[in-house]
């Protein structure tokens, strides 16, 4: 059976506290991390070897080539041409041309890299399941395995020097190296939730975020932790701050939380339903952007009091499938100007239908769909949306 997955993109003008923006992804897979080198170029990591690159802010974001098929949690980047990846069964990527090509670095280890991070173009750490924690000197030629005793899953990692940085994870876990990873202290965070990202403004000022709305604060780089008051329920995934006292946090169930003052007060921002925005990064206090699942991304403009989508529809129109050819998925993206009866469906050289992917009711908005072509042979094919008042029809190339 011919499958497809359907995903809704909401339109308009909301009133809330900040400007976030969506921006069309080339797919809807999910988004774990995002990394941008400056205001322009940016990559994100995701689902199945998912990596999708910008050189425009996100106005316009491409497929690259990751290699592989396996999960990429992390994705860090440390100057424009200079970036890492982690991920699943102890996958560690590199590039040096900006994503045009990876090569795979040796871990030497099989269990899942959740975080990746790097001080500078040599020194950096990777962390993740039961407690694995790498080093390496070289720029990942090489990579030094420690193990953290008690086994707990290790989520994110940051470090403010080459010899101080802190990780978090599993069952409330913080803990410091100051001599760059040979020796690790654990340190209270009085919580046992999971941590799932850290993140410091300066050696002493930091906050760790996790699940059951927890954020903590420190401002003697660890010693204590104190915890702030969220107004949230939702797991807190990635948190990352401009300076000592403006910072973001991203949510399940779509929501962004901000801080204007290091954390003693945040508000909470629902910018897409039932989401959730895996990770959140920022390049200055105006400019930042959040991913998640579905291919989701927002990006954050500053100096405004709504959400607006950048694809509200004020046509009807039909995309061309990205990419193409395809082997074996593609994505049709269309608008609707208005409500209407949907139908889009897909047909062979000769007419014949091969698959309806649409046929409902739907609002106006703008909507994007996965066609899966595995059990068709290669050739050329047709895909048609037809509403109340219009029909327009694309070709597209299925190439194995």
Same mark, same amino acid.
């Given at each position: 059976?011919?499958?497809?997955?359907?995903?809704? +993109?909401?339109?308009?003008?909301?009133?809330?506290?900040?400007?976030?923006?969506?921006?069309?992804?080339?797919?809807?897979?999910?988004?774990?991390?995002?990394?941008?080198? *400056?205001?322009?170029?940016?990559?994100?990591?995701?689902?199945?070897?998912?990596?999708?690159? %910008?050189?425009?802010?996100?106005?316009?974001?491409?497929?690259?080539?990751?290699?592989?098929?396996?999960?990429?949690?992390?994705?860090?980047?440390?100057?424009?041409?200079?970036?890492?990846?982690?991920?699943?069964?102890?996958?560690?990527?590199?590039?040096? &041309?900006?994503?045009?090509?990876?090569?795979?670095?040796?871990?030497?280890?099989?269990?899942?890299?959740?975080?990746?991070?790097?001080?500078? +173009?040599?020194?950096?750490?990777? $962390?993740?399941?039961?407690?694995?924690?790498?080093?390496?000197?070289?720029?990942?030629?090489?990579?030094?395995?420690?193990?953290?005793?008690?086994?707990?899953?290790?989520?994110? %990692?940051?470090?403010?020097?080459?010899?101080?940085?802190?990780?978090?994870?599993?069952?409330?876990?913080?803990? @410091?190296?100051?001599?760059?990873?040979?020796?690790?202290?654990?340190?209270?965070?009085?919580?046992?939730?999971?941590?799932?990202?850290?993140?410091?403004?300066?050696?002493?000022?930091?906050?760790?975020?996790?699940? $059951?709305?927890?954020?903590?604060?420190?401002?003697? $780089?660890?010693?204590?932790?104190?915890?702030?008051?969220?107004?949230?329920?939702?797991?807190?995934?990635? +948190?990352?701050?401009? &300076?000592?006292?403006?910072?973001?946090?991203?949510?399940?169930?779509?929501?962004?939380?901000?801080?204007?003052?290091?954390?003693?007060?945040?508000? #909470?921002?629902?910018?897409?339903?039932?989401?959730?925005?895996?990770?959140?990064?920022?390049?200055?206090?105006?400019?930042?952007?959040?991913?998640?699942?579905?291919?989701?991304?927002?990006?954050?403009?500053?100096?405004?009091?709504?959400? @607006?989508?950048?694809?509200?529809?004020?046509?009807?129109?039909?995309?061309?499938?990205?990419?193409?050819?395809?082997?074996?998925?593609?994505?049709?993206?269309?608008?609707?100007?208005? &409500?209407?009866?949907?139908?889009?469906?897909?047909? &062979?050289?000769?007419?014949?239908?091969?698959?309806?992917?649409?046929?409902?009711?739907?609002?106006?908005?703008?909507?994007? +769909?996965?066609? *899966? $072509?595995?059990?068709?042979?290669?050739?050329?094919?047709?895909?048609?949306? @037809?509403?109340?008042?219009? #029909?327009?029809?694309?070709?597209?190339?299925?190439?194995?």
């Amino acid at each position: 059976m011919l499958k497809s997955v359907f995903l809704l +993109v909401f339109i308009g003008v909301v009133s809330i506290k900040a400007q976030w923006v969506s921006q069309i992804a080339p797919n809807i897979r999910n988004l774990y991390s995002v990394s941008f080198a *400056d205001a322009n170029k940016g990559w994100a990591a995701g689902q199945y070897g998912t990596l999708i690159h %910008t050189s425009n802010g996100g106005s316009n974001w491409e497929l690259q080539s990751s290699g592989t098929s396996r999960m990429l949690f992390s994705v860090f980047f440390i100057n424009a041409a200079t970036g890492w990846i982690a991920g699943e069964y102890g996958t560690i990527l590199k590039t040096t &041309d900006g994503g045009g090509t990876w090569s795979g670095q040796t871990s030497g280890m099989m269990d899942d890299l959740r975080s990746v991070f790097f001080i500078d +173009v040599n020194n950096g750490f990777a $962390a993740g399941k039961f407690g694995s924690v790498l080093r390496t000197t070289d720029g990942g030629n090489t990579w030094s395995l420690y193990i953290y005793p008690g086994m707990k899953w290790l989520l994110s %990692t940051f470090f403010v020097s080459a010899n101080t940085g802190w990780i978090c994870g599993e069952a409330g876990i913080i803990i @410091k190296t100051t001599d760059g990873g040979a020796n690790w202290n654990l340190q209270t965070s009085g919580v046992s939730v999971y941590l799932r990202s850290i993140y410091f403004s300066g050696v002493n000022t930091g906050w760790a975020v996790g699940d $059951a709305g927890t954020i903590l604060k420190t401002t003697d $780089a660890g010693s204590t932790w104190v915890a702030q008051t969220s107004g949230v329920t939702n797991r807190v995934l990635s +948190v990352h701050f401009s &300076d000592s006292n403006i910072g973001w946090a991203s949510c399940d169930g779509g929501k962004i939380l901000r801080t204007t003052n290091g954390g003693t007060n945040w508000t #909470s921002e629902i910018i897409i339903s039932n989401m959730w925005l895996n990770s959140v990064t920022f390049v200055n206090s105006n400019t930042g952007w959040a991913v998640g699942d579905g291919g989701t991304i927002f990006k954050y403009t500053g100096g405004s009091t709504s959400v @607006k989508d950048d694809r509200s529809p004020e046509m009807f129109e039909l995309c061309q499938n990205f990419p193409n050819p395809f082997n074996p998925t593609t994505i049709i993206s269309y608008q609707l100007e208005e &409500d209407s009866f949907v139908e889009l469906s897909v047909f &062979d050289v000769i007419g014949k239908a091969v698959t309806r992917l649409v046929n409902k009711k739907q609002s106006r908005g703008n909507y994007r +769909v996965e066609f *899966d $072509a595995s059990e068709l042979s290669s050739g050329v094919y047709f895909y048609n949306l @037809k509403t109340d008042q219009n #029909s327009i029809t694309k070709k597209m190339v299925l190439l194995r």
